[in-house]
């Protein structure tokens, strides 16, 4: 099993900081097999599209009214 990473964006959020940058920093050294597990106050579709493109696949999970758990497979 590869390595995970985790990420809460949503203290940065509510300051109103853009976290792609951040997001971007935790996802690039990723290899296939890694996982990257997102948490957001909200589904962040356009994300989506985004890491498609960067060969993961996804699955998000709504845990409460604010808060996403996205998690993110690295495809080989």
Known sequence: MGKIVE???????????????????AVQPLEAGDTFI?????????????????????????LDKKHWKVTFVKQG
């Open 7 to 25: 990420l809460d964006v949503r203290d940065d959020l509510q300051k109103k900081l853009e976290p792609f940058q951040k997001i971007m920093n």
């Open 38 to 62: 997102l948490h957001a106050p909200f589904k962040p579709v356009p994300l989506f599209a985004v890491m498609k493109a960067k060969g993961f696949t996804y699955e998000a999970e709504q």
